[in-house]
């Protein structure tokens, strides 16, 4: 009798762990959702894995960097290594984009309303992006080795999908640094997770 307790007792501990270790297990990837409660001007957010992660399914992209009221549009982006950036003319003036940034240099010339460009960002680190004809115009884009990123600010949020399980960092950029402060550590255990700052 007391042995049937025991084994009983066990037993459906084991069960326990079964399903605990095959429900980890079978757990591939989660859908991460970072909001952003505190108040904070447009921030750079990073999800860094700690280990080697195999992410050869994302295919590089390409954001547009529009030049718009003799301003860049938008002012900081955040891009995946081997992305492209679309510069796109929706003035009436003709614009010269440039850059002397040691992660990317380029000088695109003159180009007309309506014309574009485009560059791809190989490099790690900030490109600092400015035009010629117009010495106000600027914007920063940082190149990261992460394809889950985001510019955040209070009140938005960003949902980073198909994050593979592993242990991450989820990092904020430092603008006077000019480097990745760590804000807390991540373990992929469940489905959806959900951050907020
Ligand atoms: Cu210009």
Redesign the pocket.
């Known amino acids: 009798m007391i042995y049937n307790k025991l084994f009983g007792r066990v037993f459906s501990y084991n069960i326990a762990l079964i399903c605990f270790v095959f429900s980890c297990s079978t757990l591939q990837a989660a859908d991460i959702q970072l909001s952003i409660q505190h108040t904070m001007p447009n921030t750079i957010f990073v999800l860094q894995a700690r280990q080697k992660i195999v992410v050869d399914d994302f295919k590089s992209k390409t954001s547009t960097l529009h ?1 718009k009221g ?1 301003v860049f549009l938008p002012k900081l982006l955040v891009i995946y290594q081997g992305d492209t950036l679309d510069l796109t003319n929706d003035d009436v003036v003709y ?2 984009v440039f850059s002397m940034s040691e992660a990317k240099r380029f000088d695109l010339g003159l180009y007309p309303h309506g014309d574009h460009r485009e560059v791809r960002f190989d490099k790690l680190g900030l490109v600092r992006i400015f ?1 010629a ?2 010495p106000d ?1 600027f914007a920063q884009v940082l190149v990261v080795h992460t394809p889950w990123h985001a510019v955040l600010k209070e009140g938005e949020q960003v949902v980073w999908k198909d994050v593979p399980k592993g242990d991450y960092d989820l990092s904020m950029w430092d603008t006077k640094e000019k480097t990745f402060k760590v804000l807390k550590g991540l373990s992929i255990l469940e489905k959806n997770m959900r951050v907020s700052l």
């Open positions: 030049q003799k614009h010269n035009c004809i117009h115009m």
